[in-house]
């Protein structure tokens, strides 16, 4: 069986999705003038091809999918919209929220983790949804400050500030302080620095030099002088 036929960009070659007698699947490449006919790529047990395409530069591009775990999602999804026992509730909803996250879902994650957090009616623990939400929004922190956009990080910042203010490790909130400070809205990047600052066991003159120079971009030179005499003197 042959499906989903693209053809190389020198026009020699085809590439098509093929199954063997064990129904795996593989992505073939086709010499359109021998007929030679030689596996590229072999997905895995209980994985598809779902998408692939062939660009310019010759090179394949595809999606491969676990099938198992979509159907673990859509039969999670299917349980999700019954009703369940309290306990069971809490099982789907994390499943669900966890596959999400560990397909970059991050937005619907972060939806099904806060319908639980939000709703405390026949919750009796939390603690897997709180871990679970410290993972999302430290992975989604990163990728948005590694792709610099700025703009997302301070609406995820604004949307979810509560939760940030609750995170173990300091570093997502870092991060989103230089976002706001890239867009010019330096009291604001000072204002987290300082709230790490508060909160932090152990002095970090890091924190205190951002403190300081963006004191001094917002108009405030007088706090900015005093902050940097105090870290010399430190």
Known sequence: RLAGPRWTPDGRAVIVAAWDHNKRMSLCRVNVQTGEFSPVVTA??????????????????????????????????????????PPL????????????????????????????????????????FIGLRERVLGEWVTKCSTEKDHLQLIQLHERHGAAFRTLQSPDAEALIAE???????????????????????????????????????SGDSDKALHLCGDIQSS
């Open 179 to 217: 976002a706001y400070a890239a867009l010019g809205f330096y009291s604001n990047a000072m204002e987290i620095y300082e709230r790490l600052l508060s909160n932090s066991r152990k002095r970090n003159e890091d924190w205190l030099m951002k403190v300081a120079l963006y004191s001094f971009l």
């Open 44 to 85: 895995g047990p209980d994985q598809i091809f779902r998408h692939h395409d062939v660009p310019a530069d010759g090179s394949l591009i595809y999606v491969r999918v676990n099938m198992k775990s979509q159907v673990a999602s859509t039969i999670y999804r299917d349980l999700a919209k019954k009703e369940l026992s």
């Open 89 to 128: 509730l809490l099982l789907v909803y994390f499943k669900l929220a966890a596959w999400e996250f560990r397909h970059g879902n991050y937005p619907k994650s972060m939806e099904l983790i806060d319908e639980i957090l939000t709703d405390k009616k026949d919750v009796t623990s939390q603690e897997e």
